[in-house]
């Protein structure tokens, strides 16, 4: 058995991992690169692989940066089976169809004012595409098992978001595992990850490789914002991310108004996208922590704004008020015509929730810049930027090393750091070599492990 690193290695995004045998071949994970334009373009560039001698596709979770290469190999002509959690499906479903939605109008945004070097900006996929290739999957529950030719996998839980997963792969007398994106312990909304079995091999992600998340409650954080923001009479702008994070945003602002730690005022949630999972987050109970009363409660305190006209209507609402859009780090989506409107205003606050990749307008922003450019038009920032870190849906290396001792592993088991920034993977290697009895490595782009 050997595996290829196509992606998600040296850098945060893009996840892609072929695994072949002697009678299979398997991708695990596909996902988008984003954040600087040089990995972005990476998207555009041949994959070094034969969609139809690919048997299979499995999915660790729905975010783009694991999943959003798929319909690319739908459009290649790939129609093997995409292998993932029903939640994972129903995300994806939404995930998808947005991406090549948005990839549609930036195409078209582009084209009409003449921006970049191309004179008709295409697409890396459009929406109808991105639809119908969830035709391809098909969906299994947490430990079922699937075998794949020479080869048997089952997911099992691992936090983080709805669906998400890590994957248990066995073949020719190997197993390996891939951790997907693992959660936290005591994550607000989602259960802690669940130890894994004993590997001969584990590709292990590095978000947090370097970094300790604050113990600082993060209710009290988004406390002190909100109360500042009602006291200046203002408008708060959150880039969310519609997985995860716009739902621990609406559940934490419902219940600290319900019980009157902040003031009562209006909060829209301009995100479709983040609208429709919020449905799916109340269907998948058993993953997360809220009971009925909780999930209905934070969807009723919040306005949802479905429509353009909605959206567009919010410039007249009274101040103070909270808007929630994404994306996430800002890289698209509503909170960028949100940014154009309000980011000159002193009396704006922009609370990012979550980790920055470098090269995005939210990494621009938390390191203090001056002005950033939307749609080709440099925004004067004059917002006050703040963050909270008390939400991220990631491990930091402390708690990615508490679910490793956790685990079955025994002392020699091969670890292959991938998905994280250069520091956060020497940091995390130098760390894991000095304080466990693993063997630990930080992987490379496009090279191969033997097993």
């Not at 590709?203 to 406390?223: C, M, V, W």
Request: with cysteine.
């Amino acid at each position: 058995m050997r595996v290829t690193f196509l992606g998600g290695t040296e850098t945060v995004t893009g996840s892609k991992f072929l695994v072949e045998t002697e009678h299979s071949r398997i991708l695990i994970d596909c996902g988008l690169f984003q954040g600087y334009k040089w990995l972005r373009e990476r998207n555009w560039q041949p994959l070094d692989l034969e969609v139809d001698e690919l048997d299979a596709v499995i999915l660790t979770h729905a975010h783009l940066d694991h999943s959003g290469y798929i319909p690319v190999l739908f459009k290649q002509g790939f129609r093997g089976p995409v292998f993932t959690h029903h939640a994972t499906k129903n995300l994806c479903r939404i995930l998808l169809a947005d991406s090549g939605h948005i990839q549609e109008e930036d195409a078209r945004y582009y084209s009409k004012h003449k921006l970049g070097k191309h004179a008709h900006p295409e697409p890396l996929y459009d929406r109808h595409t991105a639809e119908n290739s969830i035709e391809l999957f098909q969906s299994i529950d947490f430990d079922e098992p699937v075998e794949i030719k020479d080869c048997r996998f089952h997911l099992q839980l691992a936090g983080h978001i709805l669906g998400a997963a890590s994957i248990i792969l066995e073949a020719e007398g190997k197993r390996i595992g891939f951790s997907g994106d693992v959660g936290r312990f005591s994550d607000v909304l989602m259960k802690a990850p669940r130890p894994l079995p004993a590997l001969d091999h584990l590709l292990l992600e590095s978000t947090y490789g370097n970094r300790q998340h604050s113990g600082i409650d993060p209710f009290k954080q988004l406390a002190d914002v909100v109360s500042n923001v009602a006291h200046h009479g203002g408008v708060l702008l959150i880039p969310a991310f519609a997985v995860g994070r716009a739902q621990a945003l609406q559940h934490m602002l419902a219940s600290m108004m319900a019980d009157e730690v902040i003031p009562e005022m209006p909060i829209y949630l301009d995100s479709p996208m983040a609208i429709k999972v919020s449905d799916v987050f109340c269907e998948f109970k058993d993953q997360h922590r809220l009971d009925r009363d909780q999930c209905h409660r934070m969807c009723n305190v919040v306005t949802y704004t479905r429509s353009v006209e909605e959206s567009k209507a919010l410039a007249g609402q009274t101040y103070p008020h909270i808007i929630i859009a994404g994306s996430g780090m800002a890289t698209g989506g509503r909170i960028l015509h949100h940014f154009k409107r309000l980011l000159g205003n002193n009396k704006t606050t922009v609370l990012f929730t979550g980790y920055q990749a470098g090269g995005t307008r939210g990494a621009k922003l938390v390191d203090g810049v001056d002005a950033v450019k939307i749609h080709g038009e440099w925004i004067p920032v004059r917002a006050r930027i703040d963050s909270i870190s008390g939400l991220s849906g990631h491990g930091d290396y402390m708690e990615l090393t508490r679910w490793l001792k956790d685990s079955d592993l025994k002392p020699g088991t091969q670890i292959h750091l991938v998905h994280g920034d250069s520091e956060a993977l020497e940091a995390f290697r130098v760390h894991l070599n000095e304080n466990t009895r693993f063997a630990v490595n930080v992987a490379e782009n496009r090279s191969v492990l033997h097993i």
